[in-house]
């Protein structure tokens, strides 16, 4: 996992993402917005040893603090307070977010040399979106 640490991956192409926010209850207002934008994702550790995974873009700017296989609170970019753990699988990250209002959502991040693929599942909706390498 170092070799991914402090690398900036930009969102190149995105598969079925307004389906995937439906899923979410995301207005369509939220989900124009959230299809246009292109965030830049970047993993680092803090000073006392705590991942922070951010998300930047012209949109909005979003960042979670936590330790492996430990729940934490978070608020989603589009509003919802879930309850979260994130767990590593060699490479991959899975992220499960647990909502009273809808079913579990697990986000499955896969680091490679060349891009960053991101796996979004909820009720059989599956999105794929692939961030490349920036400098």
Do not use: W
């Not at 307004?18 to 209850?25: C, I, P, Q, R, S």
């Not at 959230?34 to 930047?56: I, R, W, Y």
């Amino acid at each position: 996992m170092s070799l991914i640490f402090n690398k900036k991956y930009k969102l190149d192409q995105s598969e079925n993402f307004d389906e995937y926010m439906k899923a979410l209850g995301v207005g369509m207002i939220k989900r124009t917005l959230g299809n246009t934008a292109t965030p830049v994702v970047e993993l680092t550790k803090n000073d006392d040893g705590k991942f922070v995974l951010s998300s930047n873009s012209t949109m909005k700017n979003s960042s979670i603090v936590f330790n492996l296989d430990e729940e934490f609170d978070e608020e989603t970019i589009d509003g919802r307070k879930v309850k979260s753990t994130i767990r590593q699988d060699g490479n991959k990250l899975v992220h499960v977010q647990k909502y009273s209002k809808h079913s579990d959502t697990t986000i499955v991040r896969e680091f490679e040399p060349n891009q960053l693929k991101m796996i979004l599942t909820i009720d059989g909706i599956t999105c794929t979106r692939i961030y490349k390498p920036i400098e």
